[in-house]
């Protein structure tokens, strides 16, 4: 079973960085996306960049230029570098992974790290 453990998440000022990482263990097979998602209180889950199996980035618009997404094979990971945080920021983000699993994807979540920025 495929286990995302993410870590990185903390309280940062407005313009400041952070970066997440997302541990990958277990038999992942045939991965098609891998990346990372955030939810913030009272919002649905939404998608801040995945890297496909063919190495495609796809981040969300309003993250181009400040989020970076990359992905070590040897090490099992996937990070997300964010630069000039902003309090609109402030989410749990939650590492993802989608795996094909008897003939179908199937959707792998972590628990997720809070990252807050303050003003």
């Known amino acids: 079973q495929v286990q995302l453990v993410e870590s990185g998440g903390g309280l940062v000022r407005a313009g400041g960085s952070l970066r997440l990482s997302c541990a990958i263990s277990?038999?992942?097979?045939?991965?098609?996306?891998i990346g990372w998602y955030r939810q913030a209180a009272g919002k649905q889950r939404e998608l801040v960049a995945t890297?496909?199996?063919?190495?495609?980035?796809n981040y969300a618009e309003w993250v181009k230029g400040r989020f970076t997404v990359s992905r070590d094979n040897a090490k099992n990971t996937v990070d997300l570098q964010m630069n000039s945080l902003k309090p609109e920021d402030t989410a749990v983000y939650y590492c993802?992974?989608?795996?094909?699993?008897?003939?179908?994807?199937?959707?792998?979540w972590g628990r997720g790290t809070q990252v807050t920025v303050s003003s």
């Open positions: 993802y992974l989608q795996q094909a699993l008897s003939g179908r994807w199937n959707d792998v």
């Open positions: 277990g038999r992942t097979g045939v991965v098609n996306d």
């Open positions: 890297i496909s199996s063919t190495d495609k980035l």
